[in-house]
């Protein structure tokens, strides 16, 4: 089992919907949880991050995080052609953190 | 305010030859992180430090890695000899501490003929 599970996609959404990004992970000792979007060629780009169980919104973007089932999502409203990359998700425990090895998304016009 | 500075972007070098990556964090950044990214293994860390000081190096492939952190802002990563499947895109990043959220540099894709 991966310790950071993403389905690797591509996930297709049309332009203006939601885009639902999803990701298990092993460690239950787990601390911090990041999104990171990574455009082809480009080094990564922190989207969010979120440490406690709910929901976190910034712009466009909600983070939703439960320790109990060990999950957490990424949520993108009104989906843009610019968002189309791929997205990586990351588990902290201290300073080490497991990455995940991505969901492609491509919004489609 | 300036990102973290990877140098060289690129390098193409032949097996066997010496590779050292360099790497700026940002200033007031405590935790500097290594990492190689490929196709088949994903975003992988490689080594950390705290403070300048190494506290976890288990990712480092074999003795042919090796990393220092002489002060607060540089580091160095060194591949000798090189081979080919370390060909990668390698990436360092930096934290203010503890879980706080990692910022990439722009990475060094690396050729090895």
């Known amino acids: 089992q991966k310790e950071v599970e993403q389905n690797s996609g591509p996930l297709s959404v049309p332009e203006g919907a939601i885009a639902s990004l999803n990701c298990t992970y092993s460690?239950?000792?787990?601390?911090?949880f990041f999104w990171y979007r990574q455009y082809s060629g480009k080094s990564p780009e922190l989207i969010m991050f979120?440490?406690?169980?709910g929901d976190k919104e910034d712009g466009r973007f909600t983070a939703q995080l439960n320790k109990a089932s060990q999950y957490v999502s990424l949520l993108i409203r009104d989906s843009q052609p610019s968002d189309s990359a791929t997205y990586l998700c990351?588990?902290?425990?201290?300073?080490?953190?497991?990455f995940g090895t991505g969901t492609q998304l491509k919004v489609e016009l | 305010d300036a990102g973290v500075i990877q140098s060289p972007r690129h390098e193409v070098t032949e097996m066997g030859q010496e590779v050292t990556l360099r790497c700026k964090p940002i200033?007031?950044?405590?935790?500097l992180f290594w990492y190689r990214q490929t196709m088949m293994r994903g975003l992988e860390l490689l080594i950390y430090?705290?403070?300048?000081?190494?506290?976890?190096d288990s990712g480092m492939p074999e003795d042919r890695f090796s990393a220092k952190m002489p002060n607060a802002s540089f580091s160095t990563l060194k591949i000798q000899p090189s081979e080919p499947r370390d060909s990668a895109v390698y990436f360092c990043?930096?934290?203010?501490?503890?879980?706080?959220?990692?910022?990439f540099g722009d990475g060094t894709r690396l050729s090895i003929l």
């Open positions: 990043a930096s934290s203010l501490d503890g879980n706080q959220p990692q910022h």
């Open positions: 200033s007031g950044h405590n935790s």
């Open positions: 990351a588990v902290g425990r201290g300073n080490k953190l497991t």
């Open positions: 979120i440490y406690s169980n």
């Open positions: 430090f705290n403070n300048n000081v190494p506290i976890d």
């Open positions: 460690d239950r000792g787990s601390q911090s």
